[in-house]
Protein backbone atom coordinates (compact mmCIF):
# COMPACT_ATOMS: atom_id res chain seq x y z
CA UNK A 1 0.00 0.00 0.00
CA UNK A 2 0.61 3.51 -0.59
CA UNK A 3 1.57 5.31 2.54
CA UNK A 4 0.49 9.47 2.88
CA UNK A 5 2.10 11.14 5.41
CA UNK A 6 1.04 14.86 6.04
CA UNK A 7 2.45 17.25 8.05
CA UNK A 8 2.64 19.38 10.40
CA UNK A 9 -0.53 17.18 12.20
CA UNK A 10 -1.46 20.70 14.24
CA UNK A 11 -0.90 24.07 12.45
CA UNK A 12 -2.30 27.54 14.40
CA UNK A 13 -2.39 30.57 12.07
CA UNK A 14 -3.96 33.88 12.20
CA UNK A 15 -6.69 35.29 9.33
CA UNK A 16 -4.67 36.91 6.96
CA UNK A 17 -2.11 34.31 6.75
CA UNK A 18 -0.22 32.46 4.44
CA UNK A 19 0.27 28.59 5.20
CA UNK A 20 1.35 25.04 3.94
CA UNK A 21 0.45 21.56 4.49
CA UNK A 22 2.82 18.82 3.27
CA UNK A 23 1.54 15.66 2.10
CA UNK A 24 4.04 13.08 1.12
CA UNK A 25 3.82 9.88 -0.38
CA UNK A 26 5.98 6.52 0.24
CA UNK A 27 6.07 5.88 -3.43
CA UNK A 28 5.87 8.23 -6.32
CA UNK A 29 2.11 8.89 -7.36
CA UNK A 30 3.13 11.10 -10.47
CA UNK A 31 0.22 13.71 -9.97
CA UNK A 32 -2.64 11.52 -8.91
CA UNK A 33 -3.52 13.44 -5.17
CA UNK A 34 -6.04 15.43 -3.87
CA UNK A 35 -6.73 17.46 -1.20
CA UNK A 36 -9.77 18.25 0.94
CA UNK A 37 -11.34 20.21 3.30
CA UNK A 38 -13.48 18.84 6.01
CA UNK A 39 -15.52 21.12 9.05
CA UNK A 40 -16.65 18.96 11.92
CA UNK A 41 -19.66 17.21 10.81
CA UNK A 42 -19.55 17.29 7.43
CA UNK A 43 -18.66 15.58 4.67
CA UNK A 44 -15.20 16.61 3.07
CA UNK A 45 -15.18 18.95 0.34
CA UNK A 46 -12.92 18.63 -2.61
CA UNK A 47 -10.38 21.37 -2.91
CA UNK A 48 -7.93 20.20 -5.42
CA UNK A 49 -7.14 17.27 -8.17
CA UNK A 50 -4.33 15.97 -10.10
CA UNK A 51 -1.64 17.94 -7.39
CA UNK A 52 -2.88 21.47 -8.40
CA UNK A 53 -6.33 21.82 -10.40
CA UNK A 54 -8.58 23.65 -8.75
CA UNK A 55 -11.92 22.35 -8.05
CA UNK A 56 -14.92 24.49 -9.85
CA UNK A 57 -16.05 26.94 -6.73
CA UNK A 58 -13.33 26.70 -4.53
CA UNK A 59 -11.58 30.12 -4.02
CA UNK A 60 -8.48 31.05 -5.91
CA UNK A 61 -6.90 31.42 -2.23
CA UNK A 62 -6.25 27.66 -2.54
CA UNK A 63 -3.46 26.15 -4.54
CA UNK A 64 -1.72 22.77 -4.70
CA UNK A 65 1.60 21.74 -6.30
CA UNK A 66 4.22 18.84 -6.38
CA UNK A 67 4.35 15.37 -7.90
CA UNK A 68 6.19 12.08 -7.24
CA UNK A 69 6.67 11.97 -3.79
CA UNK A 70 5.98 15.42 -2.26
CA UNK A 71 3.28 17.91 -2.64
CA UNK A 72 1.86 20.86 -0.76
CA UNK A 73 -1.35 22.58 -0.07
CA UNK A 74 -1.11 26.53 0.33
CA UNK A 75 -3.76 29.06 1.83
CA UNK A 76 -2.71 32.35 0.40
CA UNK A 77 -4.55 34.37 2.49
CA UNK A 78 -5.97 32.74 5.71
CA UNK A 79 -10.37 33.80 5.91
CA UNK A 80 -11.73 32.62 8.99
CA UNK A 81 -14.04 30.20 7.15
CA UNK A 82 -10.63 27.97 6.45
CA UNK A 83 -10.16 26.91 10.21
CA UNK A 84 -10.82 23.34 9.41
CA UNK A 85 -9.33 19.69 9.25
CA UNK A 86 -7.43 19.30 5.46
CA UNK A 87 -6.57 15.51 4.09
CA UNK A 88 -4.63 14.97 1.08
CA UNK A 89 -5.73 11.25 -0.54
CA UNK A 90 -3.82 9.50 -3.39
CA UNK A 91 -5.12 7.74 -6.15
CA UNK A 92 -2.14 6.63 -8.19
CA UNK A 93 -3.02 2.75 -7.30
CA UNK A 94 -6.10 1.17 -6.84
CA UNK A 95 -5.89 0.84 -3.49
CA UNK A 96 -6.66 4.48 -2.45
CA UNK A 97 -5.41 5.77 0.52
CA UNK A 98 -5.84 9.38 2.82
CA UNK A 99 -3.15 11.30 4.83
CA UNK A 100 -3.90 11.20 8.34
CA UNK A 101 -4.67 14.92 8.58
CA UNK A 102 -4.04 18.63 9.53
CA UNK A 103 -5.77 20.35 11.99
CA UNK A 104 -5.66 24.13 10.80
CA UNK A 105 -6.66 26.27 13.90
CA UNK A 106 -6.72 29.83 14.78
CA UNK A 107 -3.95 31.35 17.04
CA UNK B 1 -26.75 18.26 -9.31
CA UNK B 2 -26.01 15.08 -7.67
CA UNK B 3 -26.41 14.40 -4.39
CA UNK B 4 -25.55 11.24 -2.67
CA UNK B 5 -27.76 10.13 0.30
CA UNK B 6 -27.11 6.85 2.94
CA UNK B 7 -29.12 5.04 4.34
CA UNK B 8 -29.31 2.34 6.99
CA UNK B 9 -29.30 1.12 10.96
CA UNK B 10 -27.25 3.46 13.26
CA UNK B 11 -27.27 0.59 16.00
CA UNK B 12 -25.18 -2.71 14.99
CA UNK B 13 -24.98 -5.75 17.26
CA UNK B 14 -21.09 -7.32 17.67
CA UNK B 15 -20.71 -10.24 15.14
CA UNK B 16 -23.53 -9.06 12.68
CA UNK B 17 -23.79 -7.25 9.47
CA UNK B 18 -23.96 -3.68 9.03
CA UNK B 19 -25.40 -3.10 5.65
CA UNK B 20 -26.10 0.28 3.80
CA UNK B 21 -27.38 2.17 0.90
CA UNK B 22 -26.19 4.83 -0.74
CA UNK B 23 -28.60 6.63 -3.04
CA UNK B 24 -27.53 8.60 -5.68
CA UNK B 25 -30.29 11.80 -7.27
CA UNK B 26 -28.91 13.89 -9.96
CA UNK B 27 -27.21 11.30 -12.23
CA UNK B 28 -27.00 8.22 -13.12
CA UNK B 29 -25.02 5.39 -11.57
CA UNK B 30 -24.44 4.16 -14.78
CA UNK B 31 -22.53 6.90 -16.29
CA UNK B 32 -18.98 5.99 -17.80
CA UNK B 33 -15.96 7.65 -16.03
CA UNK B 34 -16.95 7.50 -12.30
CA UNK B 35 -16.70 4.93 -9.48
CA UNK B 36 -18.74 5.02 -6.57
CA UNK B 37 -17.13 4.18 -3.21
CA UNK B 38 -17.24 3.64 0.78
CA UNK B 39 -15.34 5.52 3.27
CA UNK B 40 -15.77 5.70 7.03
CA UNK B 41 -14.28 8.06 9.79
CA UNK B 42 -13.75 6.72 13.47
CA UNK B 43 -14.76 9.32 16.32
CA UNK B 44 -12.19 12.22 16.12
CA UNK B 45 -10.23 9.68 13.54
CA UNK B 46 -9.14 10.40 9.85
CA UNK B 47 -10.90 8.68 6.53
CA UNK B 48 -10.11 5.34 5.64
CA UNK B 49 -11.17 4.21 2.06
CA UNK B 50 -12.97 0.44 2.60
CA UNK B 51 -13.73 -0.22 -1.08
CA UNK B 52 -15.54 1.10 -4.44
CA UNK B 53 -17.98 -0.40 -7.23
CA UNK B 54 -18.07 0.51 -10.96
CA UNK B 55 -21.57 0.39 -12.56
CA UNK B 56 -19.60 -2.44 -14.33
CA UNK B 57 -20.08 -4.47 -11.29
CA UNK B 58 -16.05 -4.55 -10.74
CA UNK B 59 -14.98 -4.02 -7.00
CA UNK B 60 -11.76 -3.23 -5.30
CA UNK B 61 -11.11 -3.20 -1.27
CA UNK B 62 -9.04 -2.34 1.08
CA UNK B 63 -6.77 -5.08 2.08
CA UNK B 64 -7.71 -4.59 5.67
CA UNK B 65 -11.14 -5.00 5.42
CA UNK B 66 -11.69 -7.13 2.25
CA UNK B 67 -12.21 -10.18 3.78
CA UNK B 68 -15.71 -8.84 5.73
CA UNK B 69 -16.52 -5.70 3.00
CA UNK B 70 -18.97 -6.66 0.07
CA UNK B 71 -19.71 -3.63 -2.13
CA UNK B 72 -22.87 -4.22 -4.99
CA UNK B 73 -24.28 -1.81 -7.27
CA UNK B 74 -28.14 -1.83 -8.01
CA UNK B 75 -28.19 0.52 -11.28
CA UNK B 76 -32.35 0.01 -11.44
CA UNK B 77 -32.83 2.23 -8.42
CA UNK B 78 -29.22 3.94 -8.93
CA UNK B 79 -27.66 2.86 -5.44
CA UNK B 80 -25.11 1.00 -4.25
CA UNK B 81 -24.51 -0.66 -0.90
CA UNK B 82 -22.51 -1.95 1.74
CA UNK B 83 -22.21 -4.88 3.69
CA UNK B 84 -19.35 -5.46 6.54
CA UNK B 85 -19.73 -8.59 8.32
CA UNK B 86 -18.51 -9.54 11.92
CA UNK B 87 -18.36 -6.22 13.46
CA UNK B 88 -17.12 -5.14 16.47
CA UNK B 89 -17.06 -2.10 18.04
CA UNK B 90 -14.04 -1.11 16.34
CA UNK B 91 -16.02 -0.33 13.31
CA UNK B 92 -18.27 2.21 14.93
CA UNK B 93 -17.47 5.35 12.72
CA UNK B 94 -19.57 7.87 10.47
CA UNK B 95 -19.60 5.94 6.93
CA UNK B 96 -19.78 8.05 3.78
CA UNK B 97 -20.73 7.48 0.48
CA UNK B 98 -19.05 9.24 -2.31
CA UNK B 99 -18.47 9.30 -6.17
CA UNK B 100 -15.19 9.10 -7.49
CA UNK B 101 -13.95 10.44 -10.48
CA UNK B 102 -12.20 7.72 -12.69
CA UNK B 103 -10.49 9.68 -14.92
CA UNK B 104 -7.52 7.24 -14.63
CA UNK B 105 -8.74 4.40 -13.29
CA UNK B 106 -9.70 6.04 -10.09
CA UNK B 107 -9.89 9.69 -8.86
CA UNK B 108 -10.78 12.47 -6.58
CA UNK B 109 -14.05 11.84 -4.64
CA UNK B 110 -16.21 15.03 -5.80
CA UNK B 111 -19.64 14.26 -4.50
CA UNK B 112 -20.45 12.74 -0.89
CA UNK B 113 -23.28 11.65 1.38
CA UNK B 114 -23.58 13.55 3.95
CA UNK B 115 -22.83 10.72 6.05
CA UNK B 116 -24.28 8.38 8.93
CA UNK B 117 -23.07 7.07 12.28
CA UNK B 118 -22.95 3.42 13.00
CA UNK B 119 -22.69 2.40 15.88
CA UNK B 120 -22.10 -1.33 16.80
CA UNK B 121 -22.84 -2.25 20.78
CA UNK B 122 -24.97 -4.80 22.47
Known amino acids: DIQMTQSPSTLSASVGDRVTITCRAS??????LAWYQQKPGKAPKLLIYKASSLESGVPSRFSGSGSGTEFTLTISSLQPDDFATYYC?????????FGQGTRLEIK | QVQLQESGPGLVKPSQTLSLTCTVS??????????WSWIRQHPGKGLEWIGY???????YYNPSLKSRVTISVDTSKNQFSLKLSSVTAADTAVYYC??????????????WGQGTLVTVSS
Open chain 1, 27 to 32: QSISSW
Open chain 2, 53 to 59: IYYSGST
Open chain 2, 98 to 111: ARGHAAAGTGEFDY
Open chain 1, 89 to 97: QQYNSYLIT
Open chain 2, 26 to 35: GGSISSGGYY
